[in-house]
């Protein structure tokens, strides 16, 4: 591939390691591809729309390390790519790839891309595939906001199909077009779709128009999910499918995915975790007072009516933000209930870091006006993210730096319900500079495996 449109770190995938041959049950994958030429016993070829070799590799680590995948088409230059290929959603062992192409008859965002879907099938013992998808019929609003969902529960029949399920926003914010591929029928259906909900909400309350990612509910359940306002909802194997509205706790925050995120982890089991970060305004001037408040007992004893009467002229003065830790919150729900129910609240100072391993692996963990304690509060952290099942329902996942601009980071492993440090593991690259990488959790790497655990 030649040409300049990407940044270097787009060809330079990371280093990889796994503590066996056997893939872990689960994994946090960078949604966005590397442009390299790698291959293993996950990599996979098809045939692009305009008849082009396209290759895909997955390069698994055990987590909280974080996986990635590469892309390679040996016919293909870079300016043919308007963006590194995504992953876009996963359920089992089926993985939803975007390519987006500047070649190419598949046009969505108002035709300044040419997209194509691909499925990534992960099959026990056998070789794993990559199913190109037909495109949607014309005219059709494409979202980007996909869900793949596998259809062999049940039924021997259905081994190895699957749908994909669609939202587009039309005229307004409750008004949707649903679009649903079948493997089985190879052919997109699509159906004109109203939100239902309260009538005391109001329009301006309502998800869209930009998500942030659609998941799997369990079931033929999916969830499109507004972060900022929450998630709507269509079981799509009904007859007469009807969306509907789960509304989410309200948050101050702007910073979407690096502060908050949503998952099932379990069958129509939904967690919200979120990231609280914390600042604090230094003046530079040292010289500078400020009005005390009633918030200043927490830290002071005694305050001066001098204090109180001081005119407060703060905002003129020259000032920075700093970091002052952050608070976890979680909350559950399952998709049938109408209330949220509270989970963990852990502030980053209850934390403890005893292990000595993450001492040794982490000297920035050293906390010398702690008392000497190792401590969390030396690191910048965002992406809050929830492993899948087994032990991993109390602990999240965070991305954590010294500085913001840092290239070296560790995704520590916070368990909410002992409040300990449970693991921390180093992640180096040029992605990580600026908090750069997306990632979500997949559970297809346990299909990698000949044999279930």
């Known amino acids: 591939m030649e040409g300049s449109s990407f940044p270097a770190s787009s060809f330079q995938p990371p280093a990889i390691a796994r503590a066996s041959s056997r893939y872990a049950p689960w994994a946090l994958l960078d949604s966005k591809a590397y442009f390299a030429a790698l291959e293993n016993d996950t990599t996979v070829e098809a045939t692009t729309s305009t008849g082009h070799a396209i290759r895909v590799t997955f390069c698994l680590a055990d987590p909280p390390a974080i996986s990635h995948f590469c892309v390679h088409g040996p016919g293909l230059d870079r300016e043919d790519f308007t963006m590194e290929p995504q992953v876009h959603s996963s359920a089992k062992g089926l993985v939803l790839l975007r390519f987006a192409f500047t070649i190419g008859p598949r046009a969505t965002h108002r035709h300044n891309r040419l997209a194509e879907y691909y499925v990534y099938k992960a099959g026990r013992g056998k070789p794993p595939s990559l199913t190109p998808i037909p495109r949607t019929p014309p005219g059709t609003v494409n979202s980007s906001y996909i869900c793949v969902l596998p259809l062999d529960d049940d039924d021997d029949d259905d081994a190895g199909k699957f749908l994909l399920a669609e939202l587009g926003m039309t005229r307004s914010n409750s008004d949707y077009e649903l679009y649903v591929f079948s493997s089985k029928t190879g052919e997109w259906t699509i159906r004109q779709l109203r939100l239902q909900t309260p009538p005391e909400v109001r329009n301006e309350d309502l998800p869209g128009p930009h998500m942030d990612k659609a998941i799997a509910l369990g079931g033929g359940a999916v969830g499109w999910v507004d972060l900022w306002r929450g998630i709507v909802t269509c079981n799509v194997l009904d007859d007469n499918p009807v969306l509907t509205l789960i ?48 918030e200043d007992l927490d830290s002071v004893d005694i305050i001066y009516d001098s204090d109180l009467l001081l005119y407060d002229d703060d905002a003129c003065a020259e000032h920075t933000f700093v970091n002052d830790g952050w ?79 840092d290239k070296n980071a560790w995704m520590v492993g916070v368990n909410l319900g002992k409040k300990t440090l449970d693991v921390a593991v180093p992640v180096s690259s040029e992605r990580v500079g600026y908090y750069e990488p997306d990632f979500l959790a997949c559970g297809f790497s346990e299909y990698l495996n000949a044999t279930p655990r």
């Open 327 to 405: 608070k976890i919150r979680t909350c559950y729900r399952h998709t049938s209930w109408d209330y949220w129910r509270k989970g963990h609240t852990v502030d980053i100072d209850e934390i403890s870091v005893d292990n000595p391993d993450h001492f040794t692996s982490l000297p920035q963990l050293w906390d010398a006006e702690a008392a000497g304690r190792p401590a969390l509060r030396n690191l910048l952290s965002a992406f809050p993210t929830l492993g899948i099942g087994g032990d991993d329902d109390d602990v999240v996942y965070l991305m954590s730096k010294v500085t913001y601009d």
């Open 247 to 294: 509304p989410i706790p309200t948050w101050d925050g702007k910073l979407r995915r690096l502060a908050r995120d949503i998952t099932c982890c379990s069958n129509g089991f939904i967690k919200l975790v979120d990231l609280d970060l914390r600042f604090k305004k230094i003046v530079a001037d040292h010289n500078h007072k400020t009005r005390k408040v009633a």
